[in-house]
C-alpha cells in the first residue's frame, strides 16, 4: 500500500466487502487479501502442473514457485536456501524435531508460555531420547509495567542456562496475553551456551509487526501465512550456521542441501507459496513506515477496547493493561469475575455481529498453569489487526455488559 489508512486497507479485503461479520478472531486467522485470491486462482487455470520440467508451462510454474518462495525469504529478511514453506507453523515445528540432531545429556529449555506447537514437538524429543527439559518460568512483569502477567525476560532465564543447554524454545508474542517478548535480548543470552540454539514462534506477533530474523538474531522462527492476510500455509527459517545441526526427512537420493529439501517433504502448496508475492507486495515499496502506520493504528484500537475494561472492577486483563505498542499487540484476553468465558462469547454474539473466542487457543499451559484457569472456559479473546476500525472495539466494550 502506498500509504496507510484502515479504509483504503479494508478495500483489500473482498471478504470485509461482502459480510456484515465485525472480525475480532483474528488471531485465529486473518481474512486474505483480494490478490491472494487471484494469484491462486491464476495459479490453478493457468500453470498448475508439476515443477522442474522442460517444457513451456512447467518453466513458468517453477518461476512462479521460486519467486514465492524469494518473496517469502525477504519479507523476514532471510535467504531462500534457509526457509522451508509447509502446511502449519505445528507441522513445520514437527517437522523441525525429528530431524534435530543433538548430543546425549542435552538440556532443553522450554516456555510454558506457548502455544503448543513450540512445546510438544522438544518435550517428544526429549522423552524419546532422555534429555533434560526445564521449564522456564516466566516471571511477573516488573514494576515499571502495567500487570503482574508472566513474561519472558533475558533475567529469568539466565539461571536456567548450563554447558548443556542446546536448545530454548519461546514465543515472540503470546496468542492470549499480546505480550511482547525481547527476543533480540534473549538471543544473545541463549547464545553466551556456545552450542545453544533459539527456536521462536512467530505467528502471533508477524499479522503486527515487521520481521527481520537476522537483526533478531534467532536460529530457527515460524510463523502463518493464513494469519498475515494468505493462504493457509507456514514457514520455518533456519539460519545456516543452525542447518549444520539437522538431518534429513528427504528420500535416500534427495537428502537435502537446503532447509527445503531436508525438511518440506512437498508439502508446500504450489498454488499457495505463487500467492506469497501478493502478500509481500501488499505492505508496498517502504514497508517500514507501513508497519509503523499499522502498529499506531493498532494502538488506537487496543486503547479504545483496554480503556473500557481497566474501568470495569469485576474484569481481569491478562497481558499489560497499557495499550502502549512497544509492550503488547492486539490480543487482548480477559475474563469477569463470576461469568463464563462461554457464556459471556456466546452473548455478545447472539446480541451482535462480533465475532470473538473463549478458550485456551492452544496456550493451555499458560490458561491452566500460569494464570490459574484450568477447569474453566478459559479466556475471552479479542484480537484485531489493521483492518479493524476505531467504532469496533468501543461497540465490543458495550456487549460485555
Not at 491478562?318 to 457464556?343: I, M, W, Y
Not at 465475532?355 to 499451559?365: A, I, L, P
Request: one cysteine or more; hydrophobic letters at 40%; aromatic letters at 8%.
Amino acid at each position: 500500500m502506498a500509504s496507510f489508512s484502515p479504509i483504503a486497507a479494508r478495500a483489500r479485503f473482498p471478504a470485509l466487502q461482502q459480510c456484515h461479520q465485525v472480525y475480532f478472531d483474528n488471531a485465529g486467522g486473518s481474512q486474505a487479501l483480494g490478490t491472494v485470491a487471484s494469484s491462486v486462482k491464476d495459479y490453478l487455470e493457468e500453470t498448475n502442473v508439476q515443477l522442474g520440467a522442460s517444457y513451456d508451462v512447467a518453466k513458468q510454474s517453477t518461476e512462479s514457485y521460486r519467486k514465492g518462495l524469494d518473496a517469502a525469504a525477504g519479507f523476514m529478511g532471510a535467504a531462500s536456501d534457509e526457509i522451508v514453506i509447509g502446511p502449519s507453523t505445528t507441522q513445520l515445528f514437527a517437522n523441525l524435531s525429528l530431524i534435530l540432531n543433538l548430543p546425549a545429556g542435552s538440556e532443553i529449555i522450554i516456555s510454558s508460555l506457548d502455544h503448543e506447537a513450540n512445546i510438544s514437538p522438544w518435550v517428544r524429543l526429549a522423552q524419546m531420547h532422555n534429555y533434560t527439559v526445564k521449564w522456564w518460568p516466566a516471571a511477573p512483569t516488573s514494576l515499571t509495567h502495567t500487570s503482574p502477567s508472566p513474561m519472558l525476560t533475558a533475567e529469568n532465564l539466565k539461571p536456567l542456562l548450563s554447558e548443556k543447554t542446546v536448545l530454548v524454545t519461546c514465543t515472540h508474542a503470546s496468542n492470549v496475553l499480546g505480550t511482547i517478548h525481547d527476543v533480540r535480548n534473549i538471543a544473545e543470552m541463549v547464545h553466551t551456551v556456545p552450542r545453544a540454539k533459539l527456536c521462536v514462534d512467530g505467528v502471533a506477533l508477524a499479522p503486527h509487526r515487521e520481521v527481520d530474523v537476522k537483526a533478531l538474531g534467532v536460529d530457527f522462527y515460524a510463523f502463518s501465512w493464513y494469519k498475515v492476510y494468505g493462504p493457509h500455509i507456514a514457514i520455518l527459517y533456519a539460519s545456516r550456521q543452525a542447518q549444520g545441526n539437522l538431518g534429513s526427512l528427504g528420500h535416500y537420493f534427495h537428502a537435502g542441501t537446503n532447509l527445503e529439501t531436508k525438511i518440506g517433504l512437498a508439502s508446500a502448496s504450489y498454488e499457495l507459496v505463487a500467492a506469497i508475492p501478493s502478500i509481500v507486495s501488499y505492505f508496498g515499496p517502504y514497508k517500514y513506515a507501513t508497519w509503523a502506520a499499522i502498529a499506531a493504528h493498532e494502538e488506537q484500537l487496543q486503547d479504545k477496547l483496554l480503556s473500557y475494561l481497566r474501568e470495569r472492577e469485576d474484569v481481569t486483563i491478562h497481558g499489560d493493561t497499557s495499550a502502549d505498542k512497544e509492550l503488547r499487540v492486539p490480543v487482548v484476553s480477559f475474563t469477569v469475575k463470576g461469568r463464563s468465558s462461554r457464556n459471556i462469547v456466546e452473548g455478545i454474539e447472539s446480541r451482535s455481529n462480533f465475532g470473538c473466542r473463549w478458550g485456551h487457543f492452544y496456550s493451555k499451559r499458560l490458561v491452566d498453569d500460569l494464570l490459574g484457569l484450568g477447569g474453566c472456559d478459559g479466556v475471552v479473546r479479542v484480537s484485531m489487526v489493521h483492518y479493524n476500525t476505531g467504532k469496533s472495539p468501543c461497540g465490543m466494550g458495550l456487549r460485555c455488559e
